[in-house]
């Protein structure tokens, strides 16, 4: 009896995994028919001390190619894949902060309440007191000079005063990363920002929306200096089958991102995908390492052609600190704000673009690769002031 069960047991177990991959193998967004990924292990190297003085790359990353990595899909993935994510369900908190400014729409005449409803819901949006300022006193011109008289007419040219400000800065079209080089160099895009802010996160996600556009990604794992940084990137790379550089731990990150670069220029990838570290305890040494960074990776065959800062919804005008100091160490071509899903403080998007004039270009909306959104001004403006958001 007992022998049957264990035998029962182990037949269930195998039948299990069997079924976790091939839904894997015939999901059509993860690129079905493509060749499995390959994870390319670091081969035992001594640990190199970062010297941010000089562009020499140390040969401290050998790479040897090794087994692909164990399929990793969970329920939540299968579902976030099949309900794809609105920024319209994304902005639930954020719309919170707005909903007394959205009642505003009814009433007849402009109360003060009115003004005083505005600039809180402004401001505790964090929308920043810059920004609130120049657009109550835009508001308030046009209802002295009797262009606006009710709450919808107000609400109205809000919304347009808003878009307006989004649109200040050019942003290329459905969340578009530039793929634009010179002949025979590989585009590289960058990942940048603090701890914690979900810079790796957003590399699974964009690894796997330019997998499913049919692009032949490889990530460099260019965070060597927390302990499973490069695990937890082998993890996104199965999950979207793309292929991952490691680098030992405490490697120079440059010269990570440098042999991805060669790698994938050698190979054909048509886009190297890295991560970096996020630590800011020196700042000094934060903006020297990814000045060093970025002029590695800008070496033939590598071309830079995106720098995104990611940064996190939840810090409100943090978020404006945090980008002013990137933007010194490298010229940063747009923002991902993430985990603007749990922050009521989406506002911080249009202090952003207004006060330093960087797009941003997607919004992080959960955990799961495609839990990632082109940012839209309008459908962005309508989730937080519609009544009724359709995005
Ligand atoms: N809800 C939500 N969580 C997110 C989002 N993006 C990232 N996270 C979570 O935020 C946490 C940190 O994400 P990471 O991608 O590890 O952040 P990181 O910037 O790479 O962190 P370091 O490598 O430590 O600097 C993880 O638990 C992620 O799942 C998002 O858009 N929404
Ligand atoms: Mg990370």
Same mark, same amino acid.
């Given at each position: 009896m007992?022998?049957?069960?264990i035998?029962i047991?182990?037949?269930?177990?195998?039948?299990?995994a069997?079924?976790?991959?091939?839904k894997?193998?015939?999901?059509?967004?993860?690129?079905?028919g493509?060749?499995?990924?390959?994870?390319i292990?670091?081969?035992?190297v001594?640990?190199?001390?970062?010297?941010?003085?000089?562009?020499?790359?140390?040969?401290?990353?050998?790479?040897?190619?090794g087994?692909?990595?164990?399929?990793v899909v969970?329920?939540?993935?299968?579902?976030?894949?099949s309900?794809?994510?609105?920024?319209?369900?994304?902005?639930a908190?954020?719309?919170?902060?707005?909903?007394g400014?959205?009642?505003a729409?009814?009433?007849?005449?402009?109360?003060?309440?009115?003004?005083?409803?505005?600039?809180?819901s402004?401001?505790?949006?964090?929308?920043? =007191? @810059?920004?609130?300022?120049? !657009? #109550? %006193?835009? &508001? +308030?011109?046009?209802?002295? *000079?009797?262009? =606006? @008289?009710?709450?919808?007419? !107000? #609400? %109205?040219? &809000? +919304?347009?005063?808003?878009? *307006?400000?989004?649109?200040?800065?050019?942003?290329?079209?459905?969340g578009? &990363?530039s793929?634009?080089?010179a002949a025979?160099?590989?585009?590289?895009?960058?990942?940048?920002?603090v701890?914690?802010?979900?810079?790796?996160?957003?590399?699974?996600?964009?690894?796997?929306?330019a997998?499913?556009?049919?692009k032949?990604?490889?990530?460099?794992a260019?965070?060597?200096f927390?302990?499973?940084?490069?695990?937890?990137?082998?993890?996104?790379?199965?999950?979207?089958?793309?292929?991952?550089?490691?680098?030992?731990?405490?490697?120079?990150?440059s010269?990570?991102i440098f042999?991805a670069?060669q790698?994938?220029?050698?190979?054909?990838?048509?886009?190297?995908i890295?991560?970096?570290?996020?630590?800011?305890?020196?700042?000094?040494?934060?903006?020297?390492?990814?000045?060093?960074?970025?002029?590695?990776?800008?070496?033939?065959?590598?071309?830079?052609t995106e720098?995104?800062?990611?940064?996190?919804?939840?810090?409100?005008q943090?978020?404006?600190?945090?980008a002013?100091?990137?933007?010194?160490?490298?010229?940063?071509?747009?923002?991902?704000?993430?985990?603007?899903?749990?922050?009521?403080?989406?506002?911080?998007?249009?202090?952003?673009e207004?006060?330093?004039?960087?797009?941003?270009?997607?919004?992080?909306?959960?955990?799961?690769?495609?839990?990632?959104?082109?940012?839209?001004?309008?459908a962005?403006?309508?989730?937080?002031?519609?009544?009724?958001?359709?995005a």
């Amino acid at each position: 009896m007992v022998t049957i069960l264990i035998i029962i047991g182990i037949v269930v177990v195998l039948a299990g995994a069997g079924v976790v991959v091939t839904k894997r193998r015939s999901s059509p967004a993860l690129g079905a028919g493509t060749p499995a990924p390959q994870r390319i292990e670091p081969a035992a190297v001594a640990p190199v001390v970062l010297d941010t003085t000089t562009d020499a790359v140390p040969a401290d990353v050998a790479v040897v190619e090794g087994a692909p990595v164990a399929p990793v899909v969970t329920p939540a993935d299968e579902l976030s894949e099949s309900t794809p994510p609105s920024v319209g369900a994304a902005s639930a908190k954020s719309r919170g902060i707005f909903a007394g400014l959205r009642a505003a729409r009814r009433l007849k005449a402009i109360e003060p309440s009115t003004w005083d409803e505005l600039e809180s819901s402004l401001l505790r949006g964090d929308v920043g =007191v @810059t920004t609130t300022t120049r !657009l #109550l %006193e835009t &508001l +308030r011109a046009e209802v002295a *000079a009797g262009t =606006v @008289t009710d709450g919808s007419g !107000l #609400l %109205e040219r &809000l +919304r347009s005063l808003l878009i *307006a400000t989004l649109s200040q800065v050019e942003r290329p079209e459905h969340g578009e &990363l530039s793929l634009e080089v010179a002949a025979g160099r590989v585009p590289v895009w960058l990942l940048v920002g603090v701890n914690g802010v979900g810079k790796t996160t957003t590399i699974g996600k964009l690894a796997y929306r330019a997998g499913g556009e049919g692009k032949k990604v490889l990530l460099a794992a260019g965070d060597t200096f927390r302990a499973a940084a490069g695990e937890q990137l082998a993890t996104w790379g199965a999950r979207s089958e793309v292929d991952v550089v490691l680098g030992a731990a405490g490697a120079d990150p440059s010269a990570v991102i440098f042999d991805a670069v060669q790698r994938a220029g050698a190979r054909g990838f048509d886009v190297v995908i890295a991560d970096t570290a996020g630590r800011l305890h020196n700042k000094v040494n934060l903006v020297e390492e990814l000045k060093k960074i970025r002029r590695v990776a800008d070496r033939e065959p590598g071309q830079v052609t995106e720098v995104l800062l990611v940064i996190d919804a939840t810090t409100g005008q943090n978020a404006l600190q945090q980008a002013r100091q990137f933007t010194e160490a490298v010229s940063v071509t747009g923002i991902v704000l993430s985990k603007f899903d749990g922050s009521a403080r989406g506002g911080v998007v249009v202090a952003i673009e207004a006060e330093l004039k960087i797009p941003v270009r997607f919004l992080g909306v959960g955990e799961h690769a495609s839990d990632l959104i082109a940012f839209e001004p309008i459908a962005f403006v309508d989730a937080l002031l519609a009544d009724d958001p359709v995005a």
